[in-house]
């Protein structure tokens, strides 16, 4: 069983930064693969950016929001810059622990509970 906990979030300008934060535990976190994901009102589930020894973003997001993890606080974090009002969404945490699917959601076995993200015009 691996537990997820997500921070951060929040409210922000088109523009601006916000950072979001997500603890695992429960397994060798160096190992895993740590993925965001996203889903705005009436649109599926979409793939944000992930990170194992790699790192994969979405087009959306390419040049804009940055993953990184801390292996030695079992941590990975969203660096979310020059915000857009279509990045408005439940930012989810998931896990990985076998596989190497990076950008599916269904390749994913836990999930945190989700974050609101909300960017202003």
């Known amino acids: 069983q691996v537990q997820v906990v997500e921070s951060g979030g929040g409210l922000a300008q088109a523009g601006g930064s916000l950072r979001l934060s997500c603890a695992a535990s429960?397994?060798?976190?160096?190992?895993?693969?740590m993925g965001w994901f996203r889903q705005a009102p009436g649109k599926e589930r979409e793939f944000v950016a992930a990170?194992?020894?790699?790192?994969v973003y979405a087009d959306s997001v390419k040049g804009r929001f940055a993953i990184s993890r801390d292996n030695a606080k079992n941590t990975v974090y969203l660096q979310m810059n020059s915000l857009k009002p279509e990045d408005t969404a439940v930012y989810y945490c998931?896990?990985?622990?076998?596989?190497?699917?990076?950008?599916?959601?269904?390749?994913?076995?836990?999930w945190g509970q989700g974050t609101q993200v909300t960017v202003s015009s």
């Open positions: 429960g397994r060798t976190f160096s190992s895993l693969i």
């Open positions: 998931a896990v990985q622990t076998t596989g190497w699917e990076m950008t599916r959601a269904g390749a994913y076995d836990y």
């Open positions: 990170s194992r020894w790699n790192t």
